[in-house]
């Protein structure tokens, strides 16, 4: 049987279809690179205008932050990713 997830509300915020699709690549695959782990189940909810809700499975979200704490932890990598955006910017 599989697993039931239910989803909360994370946030409400003018988005546009673009950034919308940018927000979910950069929390599933993007954050899957990085920390080796992403938040795949999400789920947009138009509201009017321009407002959409975002709602994730919690369980998932706070492992999710969880990694990207520990990722963060590593002062090595966090010097690596200042000298290249310097490098970038």
Known sequence: MKKKLIFTKEHSREYSLFR???WYYSMSGGLEKIVGLGQKE???????GDLISIYY???NLRKVFQAIVQRCKDKDYIKKEINN?????
């Open 85 to 89: 955006f310097l490098v970038i910017f």
């Open 57 to 59: 499975e919690p369980n």
């Open 42 to 48: 999400a789920c947009a909810v138009y509201g009017g």
């Open 20 to 22: 919308l699709a940018s």
